[in-house]
């Protein structure tokens, strides 16, 4: 029972420069999520996606893209990063209206410097 | 616009004691709430719901409290232990896509 894994869990960009994060879920989400999580700022929604195939901007999406080729798997790109997106990302998935909310993965710690 | 807030940004508890936390928030549409606990270097983990039908729940030395009228949730843990200091988060959705707001969180210090 994985749940909600995120790869990697530690990364160092230098600016200018693109990743993607990679988050897998096992059990048959239809919803997926990734937020960003800064100091004193709680989470903050930047992409979602409700299905396989379709995509959608949350409260932060600039400088951010998102892909959902397969339902399991939601990927989150940064094409040209920048220091402003030093934080802690995390993948969230939930089944419609879930009663336990959501499922949290661990986390991906950025550093752009 | 919307936004859910926290009232406290660190609660320091004595072992044995109760917590209580506090949230308010602002969309009087919302209609399901929830507390998440996340501790050092982890995901938020879910603790207790509550739906907007409901004034009271109760979990395992958890209890939340919904009063709609002023817009405001709470988090008592009875007892507290050392294993419940975490920073602690309440989130509230009335969007039908689920999406959840996240209040800053609170941060609960449990001093022996």
């Known amino acids: 029972n994985a749940g909600v894994t995120q790869t990697p869990k530690f990364r160092v960009l230098k600016t200018g420069q693109s990743m993607t994060l990679l988050c897998a879920q096992d059990?048959?989400?239809?919803?997926m999520y990734w937020y960003r999580q800064d100091p004193g700022m709680g989470l903050r929604l930047i992409h979602y996606?409700?299905?396989?195939?379709?995509?959608a901007k949350g409260e932060v999406p600039d400088g951010y893209n998102v892909s959902r080729l397969k339902k399991q798997n939601f990927l989150l790109g940064l094409e040209s990063a920048a220091p402003s997106q030093t934080s802690v990302y995390f993948c969230?998935?939930?089944?419609?209206?879930?009663?336990?909310?959501?499922?949290f993965g661990s986390g991906t710690r950025l550093t752009v410097v | 616009g919307e936004s859910v807030g926290l009232h406290l940004p660190t609660l320091s508890v004595q072992e044995g004691d109760n917590s209580i936390i506090n949230c308010a928030y602002s969309?009087?549409?919302?209609?399901?709430f929830i507390w998440y606990k996340q501790e050092s270097g982890k995901g938020p983990q879910f603790i207790i719901d509550?739906?907007?039908?409901?004034d009271k729940r109760q979990g395992q030395r958890v209890t939340v409290l919904l009063n709609k009228t002023v817009k405001h949730l709470s988090l008592q843990i009875a007892a507290t232990q050392p294993g419940d200091s975490a920073v602690y988060f309440c989130?509230?959705?009335?969007?039908?896509?689920?999406?959840?707001?996240f209040g800053a969180g609170t941060q609960v210090v449990v001093t022996p």
């Open positions: 969230a998935s939930s089944y419609l209206w879930d009663d336990r909310g959501y499922t």
């Open positions: 059990m048959n989400h239809e919803y």
């Open positions: 996606s409700v299905g396989e195939g379709t995509t």
């Open positions: 969309n009087s549409a919302s209609d399901y």
């Open positions: 509550i739906r907007s039908n409901m």
């Open positions: 989130a509230v959705s009335g969007d039908s896509w689920g999406k959840l707001q």
